[in-house]
């Protein structure tokens, strides 16, 4: 699994028929902080949840172009899934945004990228952005040792990986399908 050194944290945790997206709101040029509450999650199409790391005006163009997909399957988030990854390798354009697109609904997750990459987790974690190998860790420990629900393994998670990543603030969004 790759984790480009992009700065943010985005963690996806399914847990008891539920799943939850948590972002910190951070945003940085280099090593400066510009702002603190940035929205880095969207819901579409009702029970569709997503999240990106990267540059905000290519994840805002790759959110639109994955909604579209989405409506086209008629909220068939696999086979939506599929149809941007193979696009976004091959489009001549496409292929030069540089994002990470996290996408869940009740039952499964991706990890999406320009490479072509289409991943599922195996134990229902995945996570984006430079705070993603802290969140990973954090969110598998809890979810193997706690009977905490998907929303506070996300919300312990985050709170470890923001103690540790200096790209990752305590100014976290969540999203719940």
């Excluded at 995945?126 to 598998?140: E, Q, W």
Aim: glycine residues 10%.
């Amino acid at each position: 699994m790759q984790f480009p050194a992009r700065s943010t944290t985005v963690l996806g945790v399914r847990r008891h028929g539920k799943c939850v997206l948590v972002a910190d709101g951070q945003v940085t040029l280099g090593d400066v902080v510009v702002k603190q509450r940035a929205r880095k999650l969207r819901r579409m199409d009702g029970e569709v949840i997503a999240g990106f790391a990267g540059a905000t005006a290519d994840a805002q163009a790759l959110f639109g172009k994955f909604e579209t997909k989405l409506q086209a399957h008629r909220g068939n988030l696999e086979r939506a899934c599929v149809e941007l990854a193979q696009d976004w390798r091959t489009d001549r354009i496409l292929r030069h945004l540089d994002a990470l697109l996290l996408v869940a609904d009740r039952k499964q997750m991706f990890l999406l990228s320009g490479d072509g990459d289409l991943m599922q987790p195996d134990d229902g974690v995945m996570a984006i952005g430079a705070g993603a190998p802290f969140a990973l860790a954090a969110a598998r420990a809890l979810l193997e040792f706690t009977e905490l629900s998907a929303r506070e393994v996300a919300d312990a998670a985050m709170k470890v990986t923001r103690g540790i990543c200096i790209y990752t603030n305590g100014e976290v969004a969540f999203e719940e399908v």
